[in-house]
């Protein structure tokens, strides 16, 4: 079996532990987010809803615990997103050309930068359920051992899914572009509104009829429902609002992801395809 | 000048009536030629004479589109791979990431060829040593002098053990002390057997390296030979001269024997002669004053790589109006 794409993720991983001060931000800055925007808004969310009368027998999860999976997933979209930059600056000033004229299999590049993007996105997601925890959010609370070995995976195995689609979205817009600003710009344009209109802040019933079909179709949606559930669990008041996950949903919404991540490997393979570099 | 051919199996690389345009110019306009085994064939011609383009579709980065061209007995089109896997590649710009080290560039390479771990472990080693970065092993290739990252990428081309190494303007931007040992190393390389195609915009480099040159402008191979062939056929010595009647002395001058062609410049003219320059400017110099006609001007010296180039380039001025067009001036471009 040809395997090429180690080739490529062995490489991503140097330049990722190489650069000091990237490695160290890319680290920090998530726990950042869910130290100062999480306590602050949980501070007050909490205030908000606390007089809602508790419903017995079912847990009703503080607001740092509900976007502490936001965090996860907002994490992981940035960081996927610009997975793709390294292939526009080889492209430009490094060794696309090297790896385009060599025998191997363009795939091989798509899947070595998914793959390298993907362990990138673990590392964040484990120190923000870490960091979570470590501040007050109530993740795996009351799962027994094995419910958090359960839980733990569930949560890696969205965000993988994840990752890859918007990886192989990021080297696919990557390949086809020739600066990084530009690169740079078309994320900042696509980051937003996939942030926005998902549940990661806020529980998007309230929201307007036309950002809400947008949320339902949102692949970062998807991903935050499987994060809630394997992080939470199946029943929980967040935000006065009572969720309930059943299994379908969760496959419903992993398949959503790997549908999403088969057509961007699609376009992704596609651009590469039509790549010329010289 | 006629060309030989080699037959088939002597030629590595192989082009037929290659062309290659970008929307409607015509960047390779209709080039053949082939490439022995074993030896320095260059690409001499200006930027944008179309050496890149031609060089871009043998290494298989660009489609043909139109000819035939053969490289390591496959077909670029048909047999990509197998092109790949037959050449080792030096591009015109550097390649390197700046921050991996001298050996993770070798060794990403070594696996992006699919070699075996102790394969290029000795590879690496070797190739280090030929090129005399053995001490650079863990150095950042940004702390590397331009010199030693041609010397790194020349290593790289070399890692799979290539039949044929392409080196596009391999010395470009290099002082002229690393220049003139860039080309030991390409022709210590050449001597283990590795046969070279390059391209340059360098006349000397071009005249110092190769067994065979092409000359090509404007899309089009003007003339392919043996540097010394090429040089020959300007004649055996060039005498530049100006005079107080250039006109009259050009009609003397075009019917001495010794004299094979006669080329005007902005203020004289250049004699190419078939013998020794320094037994026919006597000659020379005798005819004209008998006709009363006074050199102001003389210059003698051998033809250079630089005056073939011009010749072939330049617009012949055979068919341009006298004193239009500067022979032995160094093209733009060209330097």
Same mark, same amino acid.
């Given at each position: 079996?040809?395997?090429?794409?180690?080739?490529?993720?062995?490489?991503?991983?140097?330049?990722?532990?190489?650069?000091?001060?990237?490695?160290?931000?890319?680290?920090?800055?998530?726990?950042?987010?869910?130290?100062?925007?999480?306590?602050?808004?949980?501070?007050?969310? #909490?205030?908000?809803?606390?007089?809602?009368?508790?419903?017995?027998?079912?847990?009703?999860?503080?607001?740092?615990?509900?976007?502490?999976?936001?965090?996860?997933?907002?994490?992981?979209?940035?960081?996927?997103?610009?997975?793709?930059?390294?292939?526009?600056?080889?492209?430009?000033?490094?060794?696309?050309?090297?790896?385009?004229?060599?025998?191997?299999?363009?795939?091989?590049?798509?899947?070595?930068?998914?793959?390298?993007?993907?362990?990138?996105?673990?590392?964040?997601?484990?120190?923000?359920?870490?960091?979570?925890?470590?501040?007050?959010?109530?993740?795996?609370?009351?799962?027994?051992?094995?419910?958090?070995?359960?839980?733990?995976?569930?949560?890696?195995?969205?965000?993988?899914?994840?990752?890859? &689609?918007?990886?192989?979205?990021?080297?696919?817009?990557?390949?086809?572009? %020739?600066?990084?600003?530009?690169?740079?710009?078309?994320?900042?344009?696509?980051?937003?509104?996939?942030?926005?209109?998902?549940?990661?802040?806020?529980?998007? #019933?309230?929201?307007?009829?036309?950002?809400?079909?947008?949320?339902?179709?949102?692949?970062?949606?998807?991903?935050?429902?499987?994060?809630?559930?394997?992080?939470?669990?199946?029943?929980?008041?967040?935000?006065?609002?009572?969720?309930?996950?059943?299994?379908?949903?969760?496959?419903?919404?992993?398949?959503?992801?790997?549908?999403?991540?088969?057509?961007?490997?699609?376009? !992704?393979?596609?651009?590469?395809?039509?790549?010329?570099?010289? | 000048?006629? %060309?030989?051919?080699?037959?088939? #199996?002597?030629?590595?690389?192989?082009?037929?009536?290659?062309?290659?345009?970008?929307?409607?110019?015509?960047?390779?306009?209709?080039?053949?030629?082939?490439?022995?085994?074993?030896?320095?064939?260059?690409?001499?011609?200006?930027?944008?004479?179309?050496?890149?383009?031609?060089?871009?579709?043998?290494?298989?980065?660009?489609?043909?589109?139109?000819?035939?061209?053969?490289?390591?007995?496959?077909?670029?089109?048909?047999?990509?791979?197998?092109?790949? %896997?037959?050449?080792?590649?030096?591009?015109?710009?550097?390649?390197?990431?700046?921050?991996?080290?001298?050996?993770?560039?070798?060794?990403?390479?070594?696996?992006?060829?699919?070699?075996?771990?102790?394969?290029?472990?000795?590879?690496?080693?070797?190739?280090?040593?030929?090129?005399?970065?053995?001490?650079?092993?863990?150095?950042?290739?940004?702390?590397?002098?331009?010199?030693?990252?041609?010397?790194?990428?020349?290593?790289?081309?070399?890692?799979?053990?290539?039949?044929?190494?392409?080196?596009?303007?391999?010395?470009?931007?290099?002082?002229?002390?690393?220049?003139?040992?860039?080309?030991?190393?390409?022709?210590?390389?050449?001597?283990?057997?590795?046969?070279?195609?390059?391209?340059?915009?360098?006349?000397?480099?071009?005249?110092?390296?190769?067994?065979?040159?092409?000359?090509?402008?404007? &899309?089009?191979?003007?003339?392919?030979?043996?540097?010394?062939?090429?040089?020959?056929?300007?004649?055996?010595?060039?005498?530049?001269?100006?005079?107080?009647?250039?006109?009259?002395?050009?009609?003397?001058?075009?019917?001495?024997?010794?004299?094979?062609?006669?080329?005007?410049?902005?203020?004289?003219?250049?004699?190419?002669?078939?013998? #020794?320059?320094?037994?026919?400017?006597?000659?020379?110099?005798?005819?004209?004053?008998?006709?009363?006609?006074? !050199?102001?001007?003389?210059?003698?010296?051998?033809?250079?790589?630089?005056?073939?180039?011009?010749?072939?380039?330049?617009?012949?001025?055979?068919?341009?109006?006298?004193?239009?067009?500067?022979?032995?001036?160094?093209?733009?471009?060209?330097?």
């Amino acid at each position: 079996m040809p395997m090429g794409f180690t080739t490529i993720y062995w490489r991503d991983m140097i330049r990722f532990v190489r650069f000091k001060t990237l490695l160290v931000s890319s680290l920090l800055q998530p726990a950042l987010w869910l130290a100062f925007f999480g306590i602050a808004m949980s501070s007050n969310f #909490d205030a908000l809803t606390a007089g809602i009368p508790v419903t017995p027998g079912i847990q009703t999860v503080s607001y740092l615990t509900f976007m502490g999976a936001g965090i996860i997933a907002m994490t992981t979209l940035f960081t996927s997103l610009f997975g793709g930059i390294v292939i526009l600056f080889d492209k430009n000033w490094g060794l696309m050309r090297e790896i385009l004229a060599s025998p191997m299999n363009r795939n091989h590049i798509i899947i070595g930068i998914g793959l390298s993007g993907v362990t990138k996105s673990f590392i964040q997601a484990i120190i923000i359920i870490v960091f979570g925890i470590l501040i007050g959010a109530a993740f795996f609370a009351g799962f027994t051992a094995v419910e958090i070995i359960i839980g733990i995976a569930g949560i890696l195995a969205f965000v993988a899914m994840f990752a890859l &689609g918007f990886l192989f979205l990021s080297a696919a817009i990557a390949i086809s572009m %020739e600066s990084p600003e530009g690169l740079q710009g078309v994320v900042t344009l696509l980051t937003l509104p996939i942030f926005f209109t998902s549940n990661a802040l806020y529980p998007i #019933d309230a929201l307007p009829e036309f950002l809400k079909t947008l949320a339902l179709y949102n692949p970062m949606t998807w991903l935050i429902t499987g994060i809630r559930y394997f992080a939470i669990g199946s029943d929980f008041i967040a935000v006065g609002k009572h969720y309930q996950y059943t299994p379908s949903v969760i496959i419903i919404s992993y398949i959503g992801l790997m549908v999403f991540a088969t057509l961007m490997f699609g376009l !992704a393979w596609w651009r590469f395809q039509k790549a010329v570099v010289t | 000048m006629p %060309e030989q051919f080699p037959n088939n #199996d002597q030629a590595i690389i192989r082009v037929e009536n290659l062309e290659h345009s970008y929307g409607t110019f015509n960047a390779v306009d209709g080039i053949s030629f082939s490439v022995k085994r074993g030896e320095i064939f260059s690409f001499l011609g200006p930027n944008g004479a179309g050496k890149s383009t031609a060089i871009n579709v043998l290494i298989t980065l660009l489609a043909k589109q139109k000819g035939e061209a053969y490289v390591a007995g496959y077909d670029v089109t048909r047999e990509p791979q197998k092109v790949r %896997e037959s050449i080792g590649i030096v591009f015109q710009d550097i390649t390197l990431d700046r921050d991996m080290t001298v050996w993770e560039i070798l060794e990403f390479h070594g696996r992006l060829y699919n070699m075996p771990r102790e394969e290029r472990q000795k590879r690496i080693d070797e190739l280090l040593s030929l090129v005399q970065l053995d001490t650079k092993r863990d150095e950042r290739t940004k702390n590397l002098s331009g010199g030693m990252k041609r010397r790194l990428e020349i290593a790289r081309g070399l890692m799979t053990r290539p039949k044929v190494l392409f080196l596009d303007e391999p010395t470009i931007g290099l002082d002229p002390q690393t220049r003139m040992r860039m080309w030991d190393y390409i022709k210590g390389v050449n001597n283990e057997g590795t046969t070279i195609f390059l391209t340059t915009h360098y006349m000397d480099e071009a005249d110092q390296l190769s067994d065979r040159i092409s000359i090509i402008d404007q &899309g089009k191979i003007i003339i392919s030979g043996k540097p010394w062939e090429l040089k020959n056929t300007l004649g055996r010595d060039l005498i530049y001269m100006e005079t107080n009647d250039n006109e009259s002395a050009l009609r003397l001058l075009k019917d001495l024997s010794s004299v094979r062609d006669i080329k005007t410049k902005p203020k004289g003219f250049v004699l190419m002669v078939n013998e #020794d320059g320094t037994k026919v400017l006597p000659v020379v110099i005798d005819t004209l004053r008998k006709a009363g006609i006074e !050199a102001l001007t003389i210059n003698l010296k051998k033809p250079s790589m630089d005056d073939v180039f011009v010749f072939y380039t330049g617009k012949d001025l055979r068919d341009v109006p006298a004193g239009k067009t500067p022979v032995l001036a160094k093209q733009a471009g060209g330097r």
